[in-house]
């Protein structure tokens, strides 16, 4: 069936105002744009309007900053002017091999906040250098001051420079006590003892890793020597930082230069990227307020509160232990993807860098969340004769893998910062030293044996009462410790057992084919076999590592026996008999036990510029004020930190 036809038809309708036409008014604009928003669908109006206030929100938002960009445009060139004060330390005796050192050009800089040596204070105005100018003229008239008035005026030099002690004030949190300024040590090779031809060898051998470093590697973590190229961990600049102190100790004015400029203009602490808490903190923070501490350079304190700052958020835990993990950029934390546990050494190896960083900014909040880590240490139950398992969780605040106990990995620097903390602030925090004691008597009872043939006294772990005779490379930080703390008064016992324990380090490299020692050793204990040293091929490896070194430089330190210098000199050499590449850099290797092939694994560890050629070169001296041990501490990193007067 069809339906009925349809007819068309045209409907016309007139307004009552008759003969009005289309004139383009605001009224009939008005009328049209409205008919063609009514047309529209409500999810079109929806997303219209909505785009819209978002856009209106995002101009409210960037107007702030769009005004101090317009702002810092109109004085952006002098600012330019201001970012290259000069550092110049020196020291008149280099290698031969050095390149030649030119001195840096001076650029002028606002009078700001001033601190430490004069010479980083010498971007004076035409009147004040005219001023100085004619004070100078009037001392040179009057008779020259006697020893006494040169103490009273306690003027002291660096590398030649003549440097007023900085007006540094101790910044205890919580604490009431009167607080009297330190002033800058005295770390002159030049002034009171020449560099001796094992300290130049040293200065050559850093020139020679920092030329690879340099050429291959310039503002990356790590160099690759033999494939000529790096790796990156953190994209932080590890090698650099790692090496700042280093260079100002060896005097090397213009590698030190280039590399603060590098700190200056390129180092990005705001870049998105997941950094290890304690490596970070250790290696650049600690690097940071180091070679403040020996400048007074501005610069670096700047760069070392940023950074402090970001690494804040580690400590948003429900335990206040810290996540292992944290992303610098965007201020997030996280434990490590496998598990919520940290180790124990890399929540309470940070303490002496962040104390610091308080101290030197006055700001509380570093020091009060690292010391909250140590006050629940020190309550926790699980602990055997002082001696802590090596993993805490970081949601209960409790340890875990309890019964396994060690000096080496994950625990180490635990042991070795107890004692370094009461040492920083002036040997007054009591829980500090008890756990450290407790330490020591647990280790002594519980961990110490003596190998077989030769009765080498070594540390060895229990796991669930089960004494393993592994020792790392790691533990041999402990003779230094041991040393350092009978140094500040501590029991005689201790420098025994330090003397013990240092002999069995050196043996480590000793009793190996290249002279060098492996990562890990088993010692034996049958009186049958020929060697008080196994290495399994696991463990062969060597990375460049610092800790004998370390506790030779305590050692001839606090006893002035020479054989310690002796086998630093003999570690030194194999060093550069093995792991030297010819083309810039050092490398570590994979097997120790073979003299022909040592295997390079093409990795110079940051720690070699930053720990290993120090203390290599702070023991061959024989200044014993360069660098005092008993006005500075080395961090876990060998970065230095001022003890606190008070």
């Given at each position: 069936?069809?339906?009925?036809?349809?007819?068309?038809?045209?409907?016309?309708?007139?307004?009552?105002?008759?003969?009005?036409?289309?004139?383009?008014?605001?009224?009939?604009?008005?009328?049209?744009?409205?008919?063609?928003?009514?047309?529209?669908?409500?999810?079109?109006?929806?997303?219209?309007?909505?785009?819209?206030?978002?856009?209106?929100?995002?101009?409210?938002?960037?107007?702030?900053?769009?005004?101090?960009?317009?702002?810092?445009?109109?004085?952006?060139?002098?600012?330019?002017?201001?970012?290259?004060?000069?550092?110049?330390?020196?020291?008149?005796?280099?290698?031969?091999?050095?390149?030649?050192?030119?001195?840096?050009?001076?650029?002028?800089?606002?009078?700001?906040?001033?601190?430490?040596?004069?010479?980083?204070?010498?971007?004076?105005?035409?009147?004040?250098?005219?001023?100085?100018?004619?004070?100078?003229?009037?001392?040179?008239?009057?008779?020259?001051?006697?020893?006494?008035?040169?103490?009273?005026?306690?003027?002291?030099?660096?590398?030649?420079?003549?440097?007023?002690?900085?007006?540094?004030?101790?910044?205890?949190?919580?604490?009431?006590?009167?607080?009297?300024?330190?002033?800058?040590?005295?770390?002159?090779?030049?002034?009171?003892?020449?560099?001796?031809?094992?300290?130049?060898?040293?200065?050559?051998?850093?020139?020679?890793?920092?030329?690879?470093?340099?050429?291959?590697?310039?503002?990356?973590?790590?160099?690759?020597?033999?494939?000529?190229?790096?790796?990156?961990?953190?994209?932080?600049?590890?090698?650099?930082?790692?090496?700042?102190?280093?260079?100002?100790?060896?005097?090397?004015?213009?590698?030190?230069?280039?590399?603060?400029k590098w700190v200056i203009n390129e180092l990005n602490l705001g870049k998105s990227v997941d950094v290890n808490l304690f490596e970070t903190t250790i290696r650049i923070l600690g690097g940071l307020l180091s070679v403040y501490n020996l400048t007074g350079d501005q610069v670096f304190l700047d760069k070392?509160?940023?950074?402090?700052?970001?690494?804040?958020?580690?400590?948003?835990?429900?335990?206040?232990?810290?996540?292992?993990?944290?992303?610098?950029?965007?201020?997030?934390?996280?434990?490590?993807?496998?598990?919520?546990?940290?180790?124990?050494?890399?929540?309470?190896?940070?303490?002496?860098?962040?104390?610091?960083?308080?101290?030197?900014?006055?700001?509380?909040?570093?020091?009060?969340?690292?010391?909250?880590?140590?006050?629940?240490?020190?309550?926790?139950?699980?602990?055997?004769?002082?001696?802590?398992?090596?993993?805490?969780?970081?949601?209960?605040?409790?340890?875990?893998?309890?019964?396994?106990?060690?000096?080496?990995?994950?625990?180490?620097?635990?042991?070795?910062?107890?004692?370094?903390?009461?040492?920083?602030?002036?040997?007054?925090?009591?829980?500090?030293?008890?756990?450290?004691?407790?330490?020591?008597?647990?280790?002594?009872?519980?961990?110490?044996?003596?190998?077989?043939?030769?009765?080498?006294?070594?540390?060895?772990?229990?796991?669930?009462?089960?004494?393993?005779?592994?020792?790392?490379?790691l533990v041999c930080f402990l003779p230094g410790t041991l040393a350092l703390g009978a140094h500040h008064g501590l029991s005689a016992d201790h420098m025994e057992l330090a003397k013990e324990l240092i002999e069995t380090c050196y043996q480590m490299y000793a009793q190996i084919e290249t002279g060098l020692?492996?990562?890990?050793?088993?010692?034996?204990?049958?009186?049958?076999?020929?060697?008080?040293?196994?290495?399994?091929?696991?463990?062969?490896?060597?990375?460049?590592?610092?800790?004998?070194?370390?506790?030779?430089?305590?050692?001839?330190?606090?006893?002035?026996?020479?054989?310690?210098?002796?086998?630093?000199?003999?570690?030194?050499?194999?060093?550069?008999?093995?792991?030297?590449?010819?083309?810039?850099?050092?490398?570590?290797?994979?097997?120790?036990?073979?003299?022909?092939?040592?295997?390079?694994?093409?990795?110079?560890?940051?720690?070699?510029?930053?720990?290993?050629?120090?203390?290599?070169?702070?023991?061959?001296?024989?200044?014993?004020?360069?660098?005092?041990?008993?006005?500075?501490?080395?961090?876990?990193?060998?970065?230095?930190?001022?003890?606190?007067?008070?």
């Amino acid at each position: 069936m069809y339906s009925p036809q349809r007819r068309d038809f045209i409907s016309v309708t007139l307004g009552s105002q008759a003969g009005r036409n289309y004139d383009n008014s605001k009224t009939w604009r008005r009328q049209s744009c409205w008919r063609k928003w009514k047309q529209l669908s409500r999810l079109q109006r929806s997303l219209i309007a909505f785009l819209f206030v978002f856009m209106v929100f995002c101009g409210i938002a960037a107007y702030p900053n769009l005004s101090e960009h317009w702002q810092a445009d109109e004085g952006r060139e002098g600012q330019l002017k201001q970012v290259k004060p000069v550092v110049v330390p020196a020291l008149d005796v280099l290698s031969p091999k050095a390149p030649s050192i030119s001195q840096p050009q001076k650029l002028k800089r606002p009078n700001v906040n001033k601190r430490g040596p004069p010479f980083l204070q010498n971007r004076l105005s035409k009147k004040e250098k005219e001023e100085t100018k004619i004070r100078k003229e009037e001392n040179e008239a009057e008779a020259i001051p006697d020893d006494k008035d040169k103490e009273q005026n306690n003027m002291i030099s660096w590398h030649g420079m003549e440097i007023a002690p900085g007006s540094v004030t101790v910044a205890l949190p919580n604490s009431k006590q009167e607080k009297k300024p330190m002033s800058h040590e005295k770390v002159n090779a030049k002034e009171t003892a020449t560099v001796n031809e094992q300290q130049k060898a040293v200065i050559e051998a850093f020139q020679h890793a920092w030329k690879g470093y340099k050429q291959y590697a310039w503002g990356h973590d790590e160099l690759k020597p033999i494939s000529k190229t790096y790796s990156e961990w953190f994209g932080l600049g590890l090698t650099l930082i790692d090496a700042l102190d280093t260079m100002w100790i060896l005097g090397l004015k213009q590698e030190f230069e280039e590399a603060r400029k590098w700190v200056i203009n390129e180092l990005n602490l705001g870049k998105s990227v997941d950094v290890n808490l304690f490596e970070t903190t250790i290696r650049i923070l600690g690097g940071l307020l180091s070679v403040y501490n020996l400048t007074g350079d501005q610069v670096f304190l700047d760069k070392a509160s940023e950074l402090g700052d970001r690494l804040m958020p580690a400590f948003n835990t429900p335990s206040k232990i810290p996540y292992s993990d944290v992303n610098i950029g965007r201020g997030t934390a996280h434990p490590p993807r496998w598990t919520s546990d940290s180790t124990v050494a890399e929540v309470t190896s940070i303490q002496l860098e962040f104390r610091e960083l308080s101290r030197l900014t006055k700001k509380e909040k570093y020091q009060a969340a690292v010391d909250d880590v140590m006050k629940r240490i020190h309550r926790l139950g699980g602990k055997k004769d002082g001696l802590v398992p090596m993993f805490i969780n970081t949601n209960s605040g409790q340890f875990t893998h309890l019964g396994v106990y060690t000096f080496g990995a994950r625990a180490d620097s635990y042991y070795e910062y107890l004692l370094k903390q009461w040492i920083q602030g002036g040997r007054r925090e009591a829980d500090l030293l008890e756990d450290y004691l407790q330490a020591i008597e647990g280790v002594k009872k519980n961990l110490i044996r003596k190998s077989e043939p030769n009765k080498l006294t070594f540390v060895g772990e229990l796991s669930h009462n089960q004494f393993s005779p592994k020792m790392d490379h790691l533990v041999c930080f402990l003779p230094g410790t041991l040393a350092l703390g009978a140094h500040h008064g501590l029991s005689a016992d201790h420098m025994e057992l330090a003397k013990e324990l240092i002999e069995t380090c050196y043996q480590m490299y000793a009793q190996i084919e290249t002279g060098l020692s492996p990562e890990i050793v088993h010692f034996n204990l049958s009186p049958h076999n020929a060697k008080d040293v196994e290495v399994k091929p696991a463990d062969r490896h060597n990375l460049l590592r610092p800790e004998t070194v370390e506790s030779l430089f305590y050692m001839y330190r606090f006893t002035r026996d020479k054989k310690y210098q002796d086998w630093g000199w003999e570690i030194f050499q194999n060093f550069n008999k093995y792991t030297r590449v010819d083309t810039g850099g050092y490398t570590s290797i994979n097997n120790v036990r073979s003299s022909e092939n040592p295997e390079p694994r093409d990795k110079m560890e940051s720690f070699f510029l930053g720990e290993t050629l120090k203390y290599f070169f702070l023991l061959f001296s024989d200044e014993f004020n360069l660098i005092s041990l008993d006005k500075y501490i080395f961090n876990t990193e060998a970065h230095i930190l001022p003890i606190w007067t008070t």
